[in-house]
């Protein structure tokens, strides 16, 4: 049973317009949530996260929205640009974040 | 660059023989992660330790798997008696500490087993 999804496989953006990227999950007992970005060969690299308490956190280009209701969050890249193509993984962890259950991911492309 | 490192980044054993695994934390970390991405899937977490210590391994298989961070040295993965199913890439995170912090990842070791 997959607690965390990602349901599109993949996206493609022209460069300079927003990426919204989308992860769904079931287990109400998750509070914390990340995002990260891998590029192949690479480990996957920390970039926003958010606590339940909260429903927008921003850095930068990125801003992760939380509905903690509907049991989604999303992320949003403005502008996105060519370098952010990757596959981009979110993540949910429970009251003590030790164990992170991650999503299958999502191929980002942005075109220039 | 004072982050994670994992050696070897590429491993190759034939069927039967032992892999270990190495993970040395970010400096100043003390929480160590281990997860296992098999082809076109997400990561799956395997096991957590502090020092010495093993804190949940709920994600480790029941056989052949341990895992050990000492108090000196690196975190270490060892499989024992390896099979083709154990072809994957092993990633270790570690965080300064634990609960609601940024897990932080090494570029991981591609395990192929022949």
């Known amino acids: 049973d997959q607690q965390v999804k990602q349901n599109s496989p993949s996206l493609s953006v022209q460069e300079g317009r927003i990426s919204i990227l989308n992860c769904d999950y079931t287990n109400s007992m998750f509070d914390y949530f990340l995002w990260y970005k891998k590029y192949p060969a690479e480990g996957p690299t920390f970039l926003i996260s958010i606590s339940s308490i909260k429903d927008k956190n921003e850095d930068g280009r990125f801003t992760v929205f939380l509905n903690k209701s509907a049991k989604h969050l999303s992320l949003h890249i403005v502008p996105s640009q060519p370098g952010d193509s990757a596959v981009y993984f979110c993540?949910?962890?429970?009251?003590?974040?030790?164990?992170?259950?991650f999503g299958g991911g999502t191929r980002l492309m942005v075109k220039p | 660059n004072a982050g994670v490192m994992q050696n070897p980044r590429h491993l190759v054993r034939r069927r039967g023989q032992e892999a270990r695994l190495r993970c040395s934390p970010v400096?100043?970390?003390?929480?160590v992660y281990w997860y296992r991405q098999l082809p076109e899937e997400g990561l799956k977490f395997m096991v957590y330790l502090q020092k010495e210590n093993i804190i949940d391994e709920s994600g480790m298989p029941k056989e052949r798997f341990s895992a050990e961070f000492p108090k000196e040295g690196p975190s270490i993965l060892r499989i024992q008696q390896v099979v083709r199913g154990d072809s994957a890439a092993y990633f270790c995170?570690?965080?300064?500490?634990?609960?609601?912090?940024?897990?932080?990842f090494g570029d991981g070791t591609r395990l192929s087993i022949l």
């Open positions: 995170a570690s965080s300064p500490g634990g609960g609601q912090q940024p897990q932080h």
């Open positions: 400096k100043g970390h003390s929480h």
């Open positions: 993540a949910a962890g429970g009251w003590a974040g030790n164990m992170l259950t």
